[in-house]
């Protein structure tokens, strides 16, 4: 383990003169790990080729060169019971769709779906912009793995286990009390979850712990044949939020050659001041707004909410690209260069100071650059480590 962060950062680039970041930023390779869809993506209503209120569209990927995002297939955790398990798979089917109309129907001249490392290079050099998928909460499997060559198939190149809410596959890393959840009802991966994850690396499928409990996350390094992923997770070494990796964790993924994507969620990255944190519990009880009410709300109450939360954030800033850069920080300096990323949760409730959709994604670029990490750093940290990890995974496939 390297004895401390400047050992790791090469400035010698500094002697061939200032880089330009906006210059060398259009150079890089980029990907982001996570961007939320809702269920009308890629429809008239939610558009990806205009440019919208969605954090991420494609006038906004081109823009701030945002070269390549996996789109997540994400389903809410609800009860375990025929219709639960029916609704998510239909959900997650929808997702699926909604990606390859996106890719192949809508915009084809301008975003392509990438099913491997070989692909997302080919798409690059063809100018295009690259979309992969992956699978947040595996609720939408049920307890049928056949659904994970299924999902193989659509595209899936990386798959989480558990969301907010435990389930069949794994514990969360937050049990949900309306679920009638306990603390831990596998401690760790279950039966189930042991043999989902031999399907995705039987497959070449990335599996990935963010969100999923300490335990679980122990257990997804321990048995996995391939390098492993935390998607979309911030570090409890800066801040100690269940969201977020312990050094153990972050450990035990480097461990396996596997990635971990930093995320650029205000909340995972520094704890609100207790005013804020009351303000908008006020704000959500005043609209109705929970995670359970939020998908039934119309387009304006969400606007109506979403203005006066706005207001909220600018008397108590978000988090800011720094605050994310000492995330990346922390765990470069415990696991080394070749196992940090990064990843936004647009659409999902990512966006920070200085990030807040994808046309800013330079400004990450830049407080790199300015922190002093090296242009081969960046190009790791931007995505060379996540497709260094993806190859792995392709290969160590069994098909
Ligand atoms: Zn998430």
Redesign the pocket.
């Known amino acids: 383990m390297p004895s401390s962060l400047s050992d790791l950062k090469d400035s010698s680039w500094l002697a061939r003169g200032p880089v330009d970041p906006a210059a060398f930023h259009d150079t890089l390779l980029t990907v982001d790990t996570h961007v939320d869809i809702p269920l009308d993506f890629a429809t008239a209503a939610v558009d990806p080729g205009k440019r919208g209120e969605a954090q991420v569209d494609l006038i906004k990927m081109t823009e701030g060169n945002l070269n390549a995002a996996f789109f997540i297939v994400y389903v809410g955790q609800a009860e375990r019971n025929p219709q639960g398990y029916k609704k998510a798979y239909e959900e997650a089917v929808t997702k699926f769709e909604a990606i390859h109309r996106m890719a192949e129907t809508m915009y084809p001249d301008q975003i392509e779906l990438a099913t491997s490392v070989r692909d997302i290079k080919r798409i690059r050099r063809n100018g295009k912009l690259v979309a992969l998928i992956g699978l947040?909460n595996a609720f939408s499997v049920g307890t049928d793995l056949s659904r994970v060559d299924d999902y193989y198939e659509r595209g899936l190149r990386y798959a989480g286990f558990a969301?907010f809410g435990h389930n069949d596959m794994a514990d969360s890393s937050r049990g949900l009390e309306r679920l009638g959840d306990k603390e831990t009802e596998h401690e760790g991966l279950s039966a189930l979850g042991k043999d989902y994850l031999a399907s995705l690396n039987r497959l070449g499928i990335m599996a990935d712990v963010?969100?999923s409990s300490q335990a679980a996350t122990l257990d997804v390094c321990r048995l996995s044949t391939a390098p492993v992923i935390a998607s979309?997770s911030g570090v409890k070494g800066i801040y100690d939020f269940y969201r977020n990796l312990s050094d153990e964790e972050l450990v035990a993924i480097k461990d396996t050659g596997g990635v971990v994507q930093i995320v650029a969620f205000d909340t995972y990255l520094k704890e609100p001041p207790a005013e804020k944190v009351e303000a908008v519990t006020n704000l959500r009880e005043k609209h109705n707004v929970s995670a359970a009410t939020w998908p039934t709300l119309s387009k304006e109450d969400k606007a109506v909410y979403q203005t006066a939360l706005e207001e909220i954030h600018k008397i108590w800033p978000r988090a800011s690209v720094s605050v994310l850069a000492d995330h990346i920080d922390y765990a470069v300096q415990l696991i080394g260069i070749d196992h940090v990323g990064i990843a936004s949760?647009f659409g999902?409730g990512g966006g920070i100071d200085g990030w807040m959709d994808a046309s800013q994604t330079p400004s990450v670029t830049q407080e790199l650059l300015a922190r002093g990490y090296s242009r081969r750093d960046i190009k790791k940290i931007w995505g060379g480590n996540l497709l260094r990890v993806m190859r792995d995974v392709e290969r160590r496939a069994d098909k």
Do not use: M, T
């Open positions: 947040e969301h963010s969100h979309h949760d999902g």
